[in-house]
């Protein structure tokens, strides 16, 4: 690993590479998330197991500020408190890695209180501890790993056990072996572009269905960690799906998605993507 950068909504990312920004030894949260456990009272020794799961990750990062002078010192803990400021999306924390970087998605949550002084060199500082919360606790990868299903049986992507799936002019069905190398399940998102009728795409049983045909061109994208159905413009089309709609997580290790449709043609594309997720970090 070579580092971290920060990067704020509007893009704007600062590189902790000790020249301006300096991330100090002492950050915090970059090991396995908190458990949430519900274990209830019960009528014999102990309790009864309700459940688990991972909570908020908390994330602390001990930052000095340098400049040559104290306006510049100044300068920069403004850019960096823009950066916090998340009223138009999170903060984005990067650790930059040979193997591929990785991302966590942080809310600042306070600790920034300043301590200003100088250095035997002339330069100024400021140290402040910042503190975030991430509501999705992973780790995610930075590439995007994805597959597409087309009449031309292509698979395309990082996925080694993709398995053939030839879409026919009458009926497009398919078992796709999708290998999720992450720590923890990961929710896919859909993309679909007619023509296709009666499309329906499930994981062990369980999934979603179209009630309506989509024409040539027609698309739809199937969000399912955030449980959507939108159009190209963006709309709202829940309403296009059949009743009772399971959005899977993909498990760790290797998963068989099944995709059933007639009347495809040669512009018919299903692609899937998703980013892998990691529990733990080494800073």
């Known amino acids: 690993m070579s580092g971290f950068t920060l990067t704020g909504a509007s893009?704007?990312?600062?590189?902790?590479?000790?020249?301006?920004?300096?991330?100090?030894?002492?950050?915090?949260?970059?090991?396995?998330?908190?458990?949430?456990?519900?274990?209830?009272?019960?009528?014999?020794?102990?309790?009864?197991?309700?459940?688990?799961?991972?909570?908020?990750?908390?994330?602390?990062?001990?930052?000095?500020?340098?400049?040559?002078?104290?306006?510049?010192?100044?300068?920069?803990?403004?850019?960096?408190?823009?950066?916090?400021?998340?009223?138009?999306?999170?903060?984005?924390?990067?650790?930059l890695r040979d193997a591929g970087n990785i991302f966590i998605d942080l809310h600042?949550?306070?600790?920034?209180?300043?301590?200003?002084?100088?250095?035997?060199g002339g330069k100024q500082f400021a140290k402040a501890l910042f503190s975030?919360?991430?509501?999705?606790?992973?780790?995610?990868?930075?590439?995007?790993e994805e597959f597409t299903i087309t009449t031309g049986a292509t698979g395309r992507g990082l996925l080694p056990n993709l398995t053939k799936l030839q879409v026919a002019s009458s009926q497009a069905i398919g078992l796709i072996n999708v290998n999720n190398t992450s720590d923890v399940p990961v929710y896919p998102t859909f993309i679909v572009t007619g023509p296709v009728d009666g499309l329906q795409v499930t994981l062990n049983g369980e999934g979603w269905a179209f009630t309506e045909n989509l024409a040539t061109g027609e698309q739809f994208t199937v969000d399912h960690s955030a449980a959507t159905v939108v159009n190209t413009a963006g709309a709202n089309r829940y309403d296009i799906l059949d009743t009772s709609p399971k959005f899977f997580a993909l498990q760790p290790g290797t998963s068989s998605i099944l995709v059933v449709g007639t009347n495809a043609t040669g512009d018919t594309e299903i692609n899937a993507s998703y980013n892998l997720a990691f529990e733990v970090v080494h800073g």
């Open 132 to 144: 975030f919360q991430a509501a999705y606790p992973y780790w995610q990868s930075a590439d995007t």
């Open 11 to 95: 893009g704007d990312t600062i590189t902790f590479d000790r020249s301006e920004f300096v991330l100090n030894e002492g950050l915090l949260g970059l090991g396995i998330p908190p458990t949430v456990v519900r274990i209830d009272e019960s009528s014999r020794d102990g309790g009864t197991f309700r459940f688990s799961r991972r909570g908020i990750r908390q994330i602390d990062l001990p930052v000095t500020v340098l400049g040559d002078t104290a306006l510049d010192v100044e300068t920069s803990l403004r850019r960096l408190a823009k950066i916090t400021q998340d009223t138009s999306g999170p903060t984005r924390l990067t650790a």
């Open 108 to 120: 600042y949550v306070g600790g920034a209180e300043l301590n200003f002084g100088g250095t035997n």
